[in-house]
């Protein structure tokens, strides 16, 4: 995912099961890290809307990073990461 620096975007994760009734997300949070140096440049509570799982960033710095969101179902952890390369421009 490219995005240019500055930009203020939601990165969101969908969850879903291959069978059953929707899962029932409990809690949800998010870390941005950035790849040059394993450092966590972001984090904090995600909200949940329905069965998708997000939360707004705007980087800093041009850079490649990973966002993960964290999420609860049950007593089960799971984890959404995503690859974004922030840009100075398209």
């Not at 029932?24 to 790849?35: G, K, M, N, Q, R």
């Not at 329905?50 to 984890?79: C, H, M």
Request: charged fraction near 20%; charge should be negative.
């Amino acid at each position: 995912m490219i995005w240019v620096l500055g930009e203020k975007r939601d990165v969101s994760a969908v969850v879903s099961v291959a069978i059953g009734a929707d899962p029932v997300i409990s809690s949800a949070t998010y870390e941005v890290f950035d790849t040059s140096d394993e450092s966590i440049v972001a984090s904090g509570s995600a909200s949940v809307s329905n069965l998708i799982v997000y939360f707004l960033w705007q980087p800093s710095d041009v850079g490649n990073y990973v966002a993960r969101i964290y999420y609860n179902i049950l007593d089960e952890k799971y984890t959404s990461s995503q690859v974004i390369e922030v840009r100075e421009t398209l």
